[in-house]
């Protein structure tokens, strides 16, 4: 994949197509993924990109687990884009789906639109808010301060949540998951990708016919959510 990478972002960012893969043979389940994403982007409590959906099927003592992890899509016919009123979201010419947090003024149509759930809202609530108590509550305290005011790169931009200037972006926006874009910029692979122990999601350009995703793709067992919607989800699941 760290080729398929270095192969696309030696194109024109038009010429790319960026795509994930998840084999949810191989998923777990072990939510590495959604940890990663909120370590890597700070996400704040309520702010999730990266969920794992775990369900219960079949009946007893026939009982199983499915685990399903559910990115933002970045849908080639984005529905969240166009009832956006101030344009703050828009579909790159890679095919991400950027928000530009300085111009969202937090309407929660986008959220509301996407079909996925794949957007939620930033009420500026912080980690330390519920401090820990007992013994430890102080140095829980503390490390919860530190790592809250943390930067966070997304879009290629510093995002700092200081104490006590609220609201300020990306507080009081929608916010979703990137492909971790400033990753890419980067030439490293999302985070959910290097984390994930059972080696289930894959990423790169679709527009690639010698990339990995775009081979999992061509077999006969990926399918798409909700393709009846005609969004054109560029997250594939190997079943």
Same mark, same amino acid.
């Given at each position: 994949?760290?080729?398929?990478?270095?192969?696309?972002?030696?194109?024109?960012?038009?010429?790319?197509?960026?795509?994930?893969?998840?084999?949810?043979?191989?998923?777990?389940?072990?939510?590495?993924?959604?940890?990663a994403?909120?370590?890597?982007?700070?996400?704040?409590?309520?702010?999730?990109?990266?969920?794992v959906?775990?369900? =219960?099927?079949?009946?007893?003592?026939?009982?199983?687990?499915?685990?399903?992890?559910?990115?933002?899509m970045?849908?080639?016919?984005?529905?969240?884009?166009?009832?956006?009123?101030?344009?703050?979201?828009?579909?790159?010419?890679?095919?991400?789906?950027?928000?530009?947090?300085n111009?969202?003024?937090?309407?929660?149509?986008?959220?509301?639109?996407?079909?996925?759930?794949?957007?939620?809202?930033?009420?500026?609530?912080?980690?330390?808010?519920?401090?820990?108590?007992?013994?430890?509550?102080? @140095?829980? @305290?503390?490390?919860?301060?530190?790592?809250?005011?943390?930067?966070?790169f997304?879009?290629?931009?510093?995002?700092?949540?200081?104490?006590?200037?609220?609201?300020?972006?990306?507080?009081?926006?929608?916010?979703?998951?990137?492909?971790?874009?400033?990753?890419?910029?980067?030439?490293?692979?999302?985070?959910?990708v290097?984390?994930?122990?059972?080696?289930?999601?894959?990423?790169?350009?679709?527009?690639?016919?010698?990339? @990995?995703?775009?081979?999992?793709?061509?077999?006969?067992?990926?399918?798409?959510?909700? =393709? =009846?919607?005609?969004?054109?989800?560029?997250?594939?699941? @190997?079943?």
């Open positions: 994949m760290q080729r398929d990478l270095q192969r696309a972002l030696a194109k024109p960012m038009r010429e790319r197509k960026w795509g994930m893969v998840i084999d949810t043979r191989k998923c777990v389940g072990c939510s590495s993924c959604t940890v994403c909120v370590m890597e982007n700070k996400l704040p409590p309520g702010v999730v990109y990266r969920p959906i775990d369900t =219960e099927v079949g009946d007893y003592p026939n009982v199983t687990r499915k685990f399903l992890a559910r990115p933002c970045q849908c080639d016919s984005p529905p969240c884009v166009s009832v956006c009123p101030v344009g703050a979201t828009w579909k790159r010419e890679d095919g991400i789906v950027e928000i530009d947090y111009a969202c003024i937090g309407c929660r149509y986008c959220i509301t639109a996407c079909p996925y759930q794949a957007r939620t809202f930033d009420f500026g609530e912080n980690w330390t808010d519920p401090a820990a108590t007992g013994k430890d509550g102080a @140095l829980a @305290l503390e490390t919860g301060r530190r790592y809250q005011t943390e930067p966070s997304e879009y290629g931009n510093e995002w700092t949540r200081a104490e006590g200037v609220i609201p300020r972006s990306p507080v009081g926006n929608a916010r979703k998951c990137t492909f971790c874009a400033h990753r890419l910029q980067a030439e490293m692979l999302p985070a959910c290097s984390t994930c122990i059972g080696r289930a999601t894959f990423f790169g350009d679709l527009n690639d016919p010698r990339s @990995l995703v775009s081979e999992l793709i061509a077999r006969n067992n990926a399918v798409r959510l909700k =393709e =009846e919607l005609g969004t054109e989800p560029k997250v594939y699941y @190997l079943v």
